[in-house]
């Protein structure tokens, strides 16, 4: 299997402070990571260099490795889905001319029928003509999440996709993700709820002070992991 | 080339449809711009005198200033909802981005003038212009140049912490040259007894122009990573 992602000692310093340290990670086409671990554990940073939108204070993020071709901005943007803080709506657009905008510029073939499958997938087809702005934040995230995929990728970054979402969507986008996954779409997630991530992933690796302090395939996991949180791993029960 | 001018025309007609939408900008600038027209009107009523040597001032500042407020606020919607990110993970030319928010920006302004210009002829009762090609080619090339800067500048402005209050500070010394040019062209536009330059002005202008619209689009990479 190819190597999608990979880490070679990258480094991330705000100020003297350093947010990422060092770290080595491959993640392989195909695979679903999840990265668990308390606020401040540079998870968040973590996906912003795989996404590419933070370049390392040292070592080396490669996206693509074994594929020259995909060197190239354009290839290389094209094949990344990307759901991080911010939404990236336009409050005063509507939910279909969100997904338009978005679309061109990802340059996304047979648009309209890839809008109607996400909006109905997400359960947004009665709001495609609301102002983002009039939206729940639930259903907002729902947009969102259909913005992030709307052009296929093949490497799916999401920072906590779970927030905000009621039982129902949860259900929907927990399918939705198995579904991709079945694809070979490869899935780095985050989420503060390791009950949802669980059906989901086939490694986890345990965050804490900028290094992956633990790293476990999904037959590995202990069950105490799920059951009682990361806490023990970390010396903090 | 197909692809850079259809992600551009994207974020100008994403940044109109809000603009129209809300109109909240757009009415601001030209309320501003109408505003200053009419101070500048009352402050040079009595001395008509002047009005041939600051004449060309007065076409412009109502502009300028104007498109400092609707520029600045149309670059902070892209701010909202890490909006500058979203558009910069797709797979687009950054310049693209750049050249599609100055475009919004240009045909905002224009919009502007296509009200401020007249009312200025009305105020303030000019003589006819003495080329009124030259005039309309001084306004189309001069706004552009100054939009073009005002956005490279605002972009910079947003990603410090200043913010808005730095635009004016970096942007009135950069655009000296352009606010010589327009004025000196405005000049020899409406009065037939000022000597003809143009020439020598219009190469500055569009030198100007061409310098401050490739320059961003070739840089807004880096600017965006900042």
Same mark, same amino acid.
């Given at each position: 299997?190819?190597?999608?992602?990979?880490?070679?000692?990258?480094?991330?310093?705000?100020?003297?402070?350093?947010?990422?340290?060092?770290?080595?990670?491959?993640?392989?086409?195909?695979?679903?990571?999840?990265?668990?671990?308390?606020?401040?554990?540079?998870?968040?940073?973590?996906?912003?260099?795989?996404?590419?939108?933070?370049?390392?204070?040292?070592?080396?993020?490669?996206?693509?490795?074994? #594929?020259?071709?995909?060197? =190239? @901005?354009?290839? %290389?943007?094209?094949?990344?889905?990307? !759901?991080?803080?911010?939404?990236? $709506?336009?409050?005063?657009?509507?939910?279909?001319?969100?997904?338009?905008?978005?679309?061109?510029?990802?340059?996304?073939?047979?648009?309209?029928?890839?809008?109607?499958?996400?909006?109905?997938?997400?359960?947004?087809?009665?709001?495609?003509?609301?102002?983002?702005?009039?939206?729940?934040?639930?259903?907002?995230?729902?947009?969102?999440?259909?913005?992030?995929?709307?052009?296929?990728?093949?490497?799916?970054?999401?920072?906590?996709?779970?927030?905000?979402?009621?039982?129902?969507?949860?259900?929907?986008?927990?399918?939705?993700? #198995?579904?991709?996954?079945? =694809? @070979?779409?490869? %899935?780095?997630?985050?989420?503060?709820? !390791?009950?949802?991530?669980?059906? $989901?992933?086939?490694?986890?690796?345990?965050?804490?002070?900028?290094?992956?302090?633990?790293?476990?395939?999904?037959?590995?996991?202990?069950?105490?992991?799920?059951?009682?949180?990361?806490?023990?791993?970390?010396?903090?029960? | 080339?197909?692809?850079?001018?259809?992600?551009?025309?994207?974020?100008?007609?994403?940044?109109?449809?809000?603009?129209?939408?809300?109109?909240?900008?757009?009415?601001?600038?030209?309320?501003?711009?109408?505003?200053?027209?009419?101070?500048?009107?009352?402050?040079?009523?009595?001395?008509?005198?002047?009005?041939?040597?600051?004449?060309?001032?007065?076409?412009?500042?109502?502009?300028?200033?104007?498109?400092?407020?609707?520029?600045?606020?149309?670059?902070?919607?892209?701010?909202?909802?890490?909006?500058?990110?979203?558009?910069?993970?797709?797979?687009?030319?950054?310049?693209?981005?750049?050249?599609?928010?100055?475009?919004?920006?240009?045909?905002?302004?224009?919009?502007?003038?296509?009200?401020?210009?007249?009312?200025?002829?009305?105020?303030?009762?000019?003589?006819?212009?003495?080329?009124?090609?030259?005039?309309?080619?001084?306004?189309?090339?001069?706004?552009?140049?100054?939009?073009?800067?005002?956005?490279?500048?605002?972009?910079?402005?947003?990603?410090?912490?200043?913010?808005?209050?730095?635009?004016?500070?970096?942007?009135?010394?950069?655009?000296?040259?352009?606010?010589?040019?327009?004025?000196?062209?405005?000049?020899?536009?409406?009065?037939?007894?000022?000597?003809?330059?143009?020439?020598?002005?219009?190469?500055?202008?569009?030198?100007?122009?061409?310098?401050?619209?490739?320059?961003?689009?070739?840089?807004?990479?880096?600017?965006?990573?900042?």
């Amino acid at each position: 299997m190819s190597v999608l992602v990979h880490l070679e000692g990258a480094t991330v310093k705000r100020g003297v402070q350093r947010i990422i340290r060092e770290l080595d990670l491959m993640v392989h086409e195909g695979q679903h990571l999840a990265l668990i671990g308390p606020n401040g554990a540079g998870k968040t940073t973590l996906l912003r260099l795989m996404a590419q939108l933070l370049r390392p204070d040292a070592g080396k993020v490669t996206l693509f490795p074994d #594929e020259p071709k995909m060197q =190239k @901005r354009g290839r %290389l943007r094209s094949a990344v889905g990307v !759901l991080m803080e911010g939404s990236y $709506l336009y409050e005063g657009l509507t939910v279909e001319e969100n997904l338009q905008f978005y679309g061109v510029l990802f340059d996304v073939p047979d648009l309209k029928r890839r809008i109607e499958e996400g909006l109905t997938r997400m359960e947004l087809t009665s709001v495609r003509h609301k102002r983002v702005g009039t939206l729940s934040k639930g259903m907002r995230k729902r947009l969102a999440i259909v913005r992030a995929t709307l052009h296929q990728p093949r490497l799916l970054l999401l920072d906590e996709p779970f927030d905000g979402l009621d039982e129902r969507s949860i259900g929907e986008l927990q399918l939705w993700l #198995e579904e991709l996954a079945s =694809k @070979r779409c490869t %899935l780095v997630l985050i989420s503060h709820d !390791l009950s949802l991530i669980q059906p $989901l992933c086939q490694r986890v690796c345990l965050m804490d002070q900028g290094r992956i302090v633990q790293s476990w395939r999904r037959d590995e996991v202990p069950p105490s992991l799920w059951e009682q949180g990361y806490g023990h791993w970390l010396g903090r029960v | 080339m197909g692809f850079f001018l259809r992600s551009s025309l994207a974020i100008v007609k994403k940044d109109l449809r809000i603009q129209f939408r809300q109109k909240s900008l757009l009415l601001s600038m030209i309320v501003f711009a109408l505003l200053i027209q009419v101070l500048l009107h009352f402050s040079f009523q009595a001395n008509q005198a002047a009005l041939h040597h600051v004449a060309a001032g007065l076409l412009w500042l109502p502009i300028f200033l104007s498109a400092l407020l609707g520029i600045g606020r149309l670059m902070a919607i892209e701010e909202a909802e890490w909006n500058w990110e979203g558009m910069w993970t797709a797979p687009v030319d950054p310049g693209s981005i750049f050249f599609g928010k100055m475009l919004g920006s240009l045909l905002l302004v224009f919009l502007v003038e296509w009200v401020s210009v007249p009312l200025f002829f009305i105020l303030f009762n000019p003589p006819a212009p003495q080329s009124l090609p030259l005039l309309i080619g001084c306004l189309l090339m001069g706004t552009w140049g100054y939009v073009s800067l005002a956005c490279l500048f605002s972009v910079m402005a947003q990603a410090s912490r200043l913010g808005d209050l730095l635009l004016p500070i970096l942007l009135f010394p950069v655009s000296v040259p352009l606010v010589l040019a327009v004025v000196r062209l405005t000049q020899i536009a409406l009065f037939p007894t000022m000597p003809g330059q143009e020439w020598v002005w219009l190469a500055v202008l569009g030198a100007y122009d061409i310098l401050f619209t490739l320059l961003p689009i070739l840089l807004f990479e880096y600017l965006l990573e900042v």
